[in-house]
């Protein structure tokens, strides 16, 4: 399905993307010389830096929206400025100088990731909960067999937080309650 969905997107293009997850948020915005070979990369081979280290978890995300431009350095600065993805934190966030021809409510194309069911699926409190564990230990464990460095930290706090929100939505908490001390949940 990914790669069929792919297909709309120009081969050889440079442009910049931003990827939304199952709530619709901006997650990760990046630029390319190539955009179906980057995005490709990213969710078909999984073997991009974001995703192999772990700082992207393809399975939150439910969306791709993506712009052909050959001025990818300040069309990123515009997508960073506008939707301040939560994983670009590494990124210096600054509007572009000078105007960009980008008009960002207006991608030239979308990339379903995830069927509407799929995307339900993978909603559920539950199913978030549990997959994002599973991230967070196979980051854990790439970390102590493979070092880290302060954007790796920054990502498994980020992937941290998900999973205290899942899994607050999951017990059917606010997050502050998750805060409170142990004994206030025994009867």
Known sequence: MISDNLKSVPTGTPGVYCMFDLDGKAAYAGQTSKLRSRLRQHFIRQDSSVVSYGRLDIWDIAYVDWWETPETDRAEQ??????????????????????????????????????????????????????????????????????????????????????????????????????????????
């Open 78 to 187: 515009k997508l960073l400025s506008a939707y301040q993805p939560y994983l670009n934190f590494d990124a210096e966030i600054t509007p572009p100088s000078g105007s960009v021809d980008l008009e960002i409510e207006q991608p030239d194309g979308t990339v379903e990731l995830v069927s509407e069911e799929e995307r339900a699926f993978r909603s559920e409190p539950y199913n978030r909960s549990k997959q994002k564990l599973e991230h967070l230990l196979r980051m854990v464990d790439t970390i102590k067999l493979a070092g880290h460095s302060d954007a790796t930290k920054k990502t498994l706090y980020a992937h941290q937080r998900i999973f205290h929100e899942n899994v607050s939505e999951f017990l059917g908490v606010e997050p502050e309650e998750a805060h409170t001390d142990l004994s206030d949940w025994v009867e």
